[in-house]
């Protein structure tokens, strides 16, 4: 009888060879390194100061301003502008260049042809979305900020190539427009692809308290005695992040973290009820958490208190209801 060695039937396993796996992962993680590169690149970094030095004062002086934030979107549309704004040139110079490779456009007699029609108007819907981009990027920080830019200046590039694909299409050059115009559209890729990344990577421009329900209990935050009026105060509740306010005897208690880029609303001035974000000047409501004042599009959740045995409690959403039995007895 055989002696049992402990290995398992049959063959091995095969394994990658160190350099292949590294490879790998390398291939996998390209558009991480990409990132990374971009943010550290030094004409980007001075750029990103110039041009905060010379906008964040502006932001600061015309956020209130309906027009700045209508371009932001906010509470206006109830999401930004921006991202639907870019589908537009997108797509007018991609239906461009399918005019120019199927080449069914024959030659005008004069004035535009219908894919210099679809040029010039890409043109148009392109500075539109640039503004609003603009707006949006003075609401960014750090990483996002920087790759945000260099987002800015392909989209700029793109436009710029295109403007000199119409030029040469009037002059009669359709060989030359072509061409530029290829090539706009695909920097407007490479574009599109850092906006992808910062929306779907960086969560930038999306609600930060989207999922946010808890906690499912009353859990006790802080003692009634050590809370004081008329001061935000910030408390953590299973995990989640609230902002308490007291003002004569009522109690009022919102998400903390400001839904627009998680800004601490308990770090920040409260005037007649209403709570500004320190971050980027977002205003909520405290008795409904409603924006009252962009560039969040998002309202804040409003949590539930009571006070019991001189202790606050806090309360997020209802609890599950429960399941009746299969025979239908409660």
């Known amino acids: 009888m055989a002696a049992d060695t402990g290995q398992a039937d049959g063959p091995a396993p095969a394994t990658q060879p160190a350099g292949v796996a590294s490879a790998a992962a390398q291939l996998a993680n390209w558009h991480h390194d990409l990132v990374e590169q971009v943010d550290g690149w030094a004409w980007i970094r001075t750029l990103n100061d110039q041009l905060t030095a010379l906008l964040a004062p502006w932001r600061e002086r015309y956020q209130d301003n309906p027009v700045l934030e209508l371009m932001h979107g906010g509470r206006w549309l109830g999401h930004p502008l921006h991202p639907a704004l870019s589908d537009l040139p997108i797509g007018l110079w991609a239906g461009s260049a399918l005019l120019d490779f199927v080449d069914r456009d024959p030659p005008p007699e004069g004035g535009l042809d219908l894919a210099g029609l679809f040029t010039a108007a890409g043109i148009a819907a392109a ?136 800004g ?19 205003q909520y409501c405290l008795a409904d958490g409603s924006v009252r004042r962009g560039p969040s599009h998002q309202p804040q959740p409003v949590i539930r208190t009571r006070v019991r045995n001189g202790w606050v409690e806090v309360r997020g959403n209802q609890p599950a209801p429960r399941r009746r039995p299969a025979n239908g007895r409660k």
């Open 127 to 262: 500075v539109a979305t640039a503004a609003t981009g603009v707006v949006d990027w003075t609401v960014s920080d750090d990483q996002d900020r920087r790759v945000g830019l260099f987002h800015g200046v392909l989209n700029t590039a793109a436009l710029g190539l295109q403007g000199l694909s119409l030029t040469a299409r009037l002059a009669g050059h359709r060989g030359t427009a072509r061409g530029l115009g290829a090539a706009g559209l695909a920097v407007t890729g490479a574009a599109a692809y850092l906006g992808g990344h910062l929306v779907f990577a960086k969560a930038v421009m999306v609600s930060r308290v989207a999922g946010a329900d808890g906690p499912r209990r009353w859990v006790r935050v802080v003692e009634e005695a050590e809370l004081p009026d008329d001061v935000p105060a910030g408390v953590q509740a299973d995990g989640r992040q609230i902002l308490l306010y007291r003002h004569d005897g009522t109690l009022y208690a919102l998400d903390n973290l400001c839904s627009h880029a998680g």
């Open 264 to 282: 601490l609303l308990s770090r920040g001035a409260v005037e007649g009820l209403t709570v500004t974000c320190p971050l980027h000047g977002s």
